[in-house]
């Protein structure tokens, strides 16, 4: 089933055929107004440098001024193999389609209700015709109805007609069009967007990606950059405020060598203050005593450090470059 964007906004035609496989581009005079765009015949020749296969309205009170008026569009440097030219079901309308057809011009017969206004177009040789689905629904007809009747009657008859599925509303309309074998289908890039979406999808995806970067990611290229440190020689109210200023639960303490004290935690704070009271404050980092902190050396895998997390308990575990602390890995940097 081939599939065409539905716009005429330039932006969204852009990024679309960006994707690499769209068939080509179905446009109408009411979206280009709706765009604000007042040189038609400039955007026409725009797009047709853009997409594969352009589907332009020709418009005529008589089957010879449509076929002029497509004349005069072509005149305007468009390519007739890649350009189709749509016309509103009628009978001059059909008899247009004759005779552009004729002259070797694709046509795309729409505005199509009704089975008989299809049998005249595929019968007039119609290179596409284009049911309009959401429409009819918004009027209570059965499109979907429709839409099978004709691709049955081009199947039955052996027509050499393409039924374009066309008025998208919905993510189910696309699959609508896919079980009733439509050979074409039109396709508003928002609904185009949300095509390849799925929770489950989104879901699975993520978990590949959260694994893979646990298995290949150093800890040293997770650090993000902050490594809230202070000297044993400061107290502990100045380290309460840098653990406040960096926002980690943390903070790293080091003799005057630059080597490792210990790790001071937001637990220990609470666990000193019901003890030792408001006085503990004033106290020096390194009249405390320090367990060995949980830590990890940098070149360690990020998958080494979920381990740690996960049998430790811990939120945030030191890094360590040779035995001296270079940062803080937090367990929500497992995710970043």
Request: proline share 3%; hydrophobic share 40%; with cysteine.
């Amino acid at each position: 089933m081939e599939l065409y964007l539905d716009s005429a906004n330039l932006k969204e035609i852009e990024e679309a055929f960006k994707l690499g496989f769209l068939n080509g581009l179905t446009t109408t005079p009411t979206f280009m107004q709706r765009e604000g765009i007042t040189d038609v015949d400039a955007m026409i020749v725009k797009l047709s440098k853009i997409v594969p296969v352009l589907q332009i309205e020709a418009l005529g009170d008589t089957a010879e001024d449509v076929l002029a008026e497509a004349k005069r569009l072509l005149a305007l440097g468009l390519d007739p193999k890649k350009t189709v030219f749509k016309i509103p079901v009628s009978l001059e309308g059909v008899r247009a389609c004759r005779m552009l057809r004729n002259e070797g011009l694709l046509v795309n017969v729409h505005l199509v209700y009704t089975l008989q206004q299809a049998y005249m177009a595929m019968h007039a040789g119609a290179t596409y015709i284009c049911p309009l689905v959401g429409r009819l629904q918004d009027q209570g007809h059965d499109a979907l109805d429709l839409v099978s009747q004709i691709v049955d009657a081009v199947d039955k008859y052996g027509y050499d007609t393409k039924v374009m599925f066309s008025s998208v509303r919905t993510m189910e309309h696309v699959r609508n069009a896919i079980n009733l074998g439509a050979h074409t289908i039109t396709v508003p890039l928002k609904i185009m967007k949300q095509l390849t979406e799925n929770h489950f999808t989104t879901v699975g995806t993520d978990q590949f990606i959260h694994d893979t970067r646990l298995m290949t990611v150093r800890v040293k290229e997770a650090l993000n950059g902050i490594n809230p440190i202070v000297s044993a020689d400061a107290n502990l109210a100045d380290a309460i405020v840098k653990m406040t200023e960096y926002g980690f639960g943390a903070i790293t303490i080091v003799n005057t060598d630059g080597s490792l004290k210990g790790v001071f935690t937001d637990g220990d704070l609470r666990r000193k203050i019901q003890s030792d009271g408001r006085d503990v404050l004033s106290k020096k980092m390194g009249d405390f005593e320090y367990g060995k902190p949980v830590s990890i050396e940098g070149g360690a895998l990020l998958n080494e450090a979920a381990g740690i997390f996960k049998s430790t308990k811990v939120d945030t575990i030191l890094v360590t470059d040779d035995g001296k602390p270079m940062g803080m890995l937090d367990i929500q940097d497992l995710e970043a």
